[in-house]
T-cell receptor
Framework: AQTVTQSQPEMSVQEAETVTLSCTYD???????LFWYKQPPSRQMILVIR??????QNATENRFSVNFQKAAKSFSLKISDSQLGDTAMYFC???????????FGTGTSLTVIP | DAGVIQSPRHEVTEMGQEVTLRCKPI?????LFWYRQTMMRGLELLIY????????DSGMPEDRFSAKMPNASFSTLKIQPSEPRDSAVYFC????????????FGDGTRLSIL
């Protein structure tokens, strides 16, 4: 069975600072895909970043980057230079190579403080 | 490009009434997913379709819930009869199967059963 765990229900960060959101997962698959989604108060689900498990290089999208540790089954999201618009719920998600069903974590609510 | 389109955006109805939620996936996508989001249970997968065929409906809470996908560009989620505990935000998402691409979400329908 595939599981995704986000152990931080709530976090806060000062504007312009850096914050890291944690995500761990469990799978017996060797190849898979990992995603971070952002859900602002408008409730849209917005893709932030994705990582293929077979790639060792960590993905980066502007101020967002991941720290992917395959052996530890860890996939954390780092947000640099936090902005007020980053305030949202963040979901970690996992997809196996053998299907296109997503497995979501329970989310981390991030508040950026002015 | 148009994204996933859901209607209505908000629905308020009385207990016992039939509720129909609608979804138009992104053109060319061949997988469609229905999710329910609540504070208590987070994001739950209800059912998903590949090429208009239901693949896994194990997340459908009970027989009051049904989903159909009569063609590649339209799906419905129906609740009959509705109950107050069905109040939630319902999301539809679509993706291109076997491409390992992320799911694209609609804006959701906020359902309130009085």
């Amino acid at each position: 069975a595939q599981t995704v765990t986000q152990s931080q229900p709530e976090m806060s960060v000062q504007e312009a600072e850096t914050v890291t959101l944690s995500c761990t997962y469990d799978t017996s698959e060797n190849n898979y895909y990992l995603f971070w989604y952002k859900q602002p108060p408008s409730r849209q689900m917005i893709l932030v970043i994705r990582q293929e498990a077979y790639k060792q290089q960590n993905a980066t999208e502007n101020r967002f980057s991941v720290n992917f540790q395959k052996a530890a089954k860890s996939f954390s999201l780092k947000i640099s230079d936090s902005q007020l618009g980053d305030t949202a719920m963040y979901f970690c998600a996992f997809m196996t190579n053998t299907g296109n069903q997503f497995y979501f974590g329970t989310g981390t609510s991030l508040t950026v403080i002015p | 490009d148009a994204g996933v389109i859901q209607s209505p955006r908000h629905e308020v109805t009385e207990m016992g009434q039939e509720v129909t939620l609608r979804c138009k996936p992104i053109s060319g996508h061949n997988s469609l997913f229905w999710y329910r989001q609540t504070m208590m249970r987070g994001l739950e997968l209800l059912i998903y379709f590949n090429n208009n065929v239901p693949i896994d409906d194990s997340g459908m809470p009970e027989d009051r819930f049904s989903a159909k996908m009569p063609n590649a560009s339209f799906s419905t989620l129906k609740i009959q009869p509705s109950e107050p505990r069905d109040s939630a935000v319902y999301f539809c998402a679509s993706s291109l199967r076997d491409s390992y691409q992320p799911q694209h979400f609609g804006d959701g329908t906020r359902l309130s059963i009085l």
